[in-house]
């Protein structure tokens, strides 16, 4: 089985702060791992994955997010907040022995404070 | 850009009613996926189709139908709704198999069962 945890349901950040948003994960294989953002009143926007390969992954907005196996985790991270970073974040994982089935996690709500 | 669109962004229905849900993309993707998205709860996948007339059941099926009859088609079906299926629903697309694609979602149906 395949399982995602976010542990903190808001964070919130000043303005020009970095952010972190936290996520581990649990599988039986290899993961491949993948963060989505959810404006309101708006469907989910892909941000970022991770397939393999370098353990830094780069994406949409300034977003990146670092995979770490040891800890099983996959946090996503900015250097410099914006208040229009305010959302939703979702992270999701998938076995690779499981198909293209994706679970997520509960959801993480970013509040950046100007 | 891929599109994935959704019949309704709102809908009230009442208790027993049968209640279909249509999604469409137009990028020629293999998979589409139809998840609920509940406040705490993240999405959780309610059923998938790889394939025309192909489907696998999800995380949580009791209660629900698909059919997909074209490509670019997925319908789900409520078949006697009930409030507890007051939800968000949420449609996405990917391509083909192997797990490494990203999906696209569509903007989302708010339904309110009464």
């Known amino acids: 089985a395949q399982s995602v945890a976010q542990p903190e349901d808001q964070v919130n950040v000043a303005e020009g702060n970095p952010l972190t948003v936290k996520c581990t994960y649990s599988?039986?294989?290899?993961?491949?791992l993948f963060w989505y953002v959810q404006y309101p009143n708006r469907g989910l926007q892909f941000l970022l994955k991770?397939?393999?390969?370098?353990?830094l992954v780069k994406g949409s907005y300034g977003f990146e997010a670092e995979f770490n196996k040891s800890q099983t985790s996959f946090h996503l991270k900015k250097p410099s907040a914006l208040v229009s970073d305010s959302a939703l974040y979702f992270c999701?994982?998938?076995?690779?022995?499981?198909?293209?089935?994706?679970?997520f996690g509960g959801g993480t709500r970013l509040m950046v404070k100007p | 850009d891929v599109k994935v669109t959704q019949s309704s962004r709102y809908l009230v229905k009442r208790t027993g009613e049968k209640v279909f849900l249509e999604c469409v993309q137009d990028?020629?993707?293999?998979?589409m996926f139809w998840y609920r998205q509940d406040p705490g709860l993240g999405l959780r996948l309610i059923y998938f189709?790889?394939?025309?007339?192909?489907?696998e059941k999800g995380d949580i099926p009791e209660g629900y139908s698909v059919s997909r009859e074209k490509k670019e088609r997925f319908s789900l079906i409520l078949e006697s709704a009930s409030t507890n299926q007051t939800s968000m629903y949420l449609c996405?697309?990917?391509?083909?198999?192997?797990?490494?694609?990203?999906?696209?979602f569509g903007p989302g149906t708010r339904l309110t069962v009464t």
């Open positions: 996405a697309s990917s391509l083909g198999s192997g797990g490494t694609y990203e999906q696209y």
């Open positions: 599988v039986s294989g290899n993961p491949y």
């Open positions: 991770y397939i393999t390969g370098d353990n």
């Open positions: 999701a994982v998938r076995d690779k022995n499981a198909g293209n089935m994706l679970t």
């Open positions: 990028m020629d993707h293999e998979n």
């Open positions: 189709s790889y394939d025309v007339k192909m489907k």
